[in-house]
Nanobody, 123 residues
């Protein structure tokens, strides 16, 4: 089972990026999925989560209204659309998956992790 996150890069403040998380080895179409980020020298923090049962979403206050998490079941891929990016969004972004369908903000409840993709937002 493998998750691969990609789509990061350098973008100016106010710009947009779309991160992708491609899964292989099993289907994650009904799995709870999450995105986390880790800024330099800081702990990994919750960004967004997506339920595997009803696709309900939940976001950290810092990204609410700017980021959108979604999935494409045909491609076994989850996305994080990031708009109106700010310098404080700079971090390595990780996708994660659960063995169950529930969504959660808690890092330790995720069973699979991608390798991370770097997002840098310049001011």
């Amino acid at each position: 089972v493998q998750l691969q996150a990609f789509g990061g890069g350098l973008v100016q403040a106010g710009g947009s990026l779309r991160l992708s998380c491609a899964a292989s080895g099993r289907t994650f179409n009904t799995a709870g999925m999450g995105w986390f980020r880790q800024a330099p020298g800081k702990d990994r923090k919750f960004v967004a989560t997506l339920s595997g049962s009803d696709n309900a979403t939940y976001y950290a206050d810092s990204v609410k209204g700017r980021f959108t998490v979604s999935r494409d079941n045909a491609k076994n891929t989850v996305y994080l659309q990031m708009n109106s990016l700010k310098p404080e969004d700079t971090a390595v972004y990780y996708c994660a998956a659960r063995s169950s369908s529930g969504s959660t903000i808690f890092r330790h409840l995720y069973d699979y992790w991608g390798q991370g993709t770097l997002v840098t937002v310049s001011s």
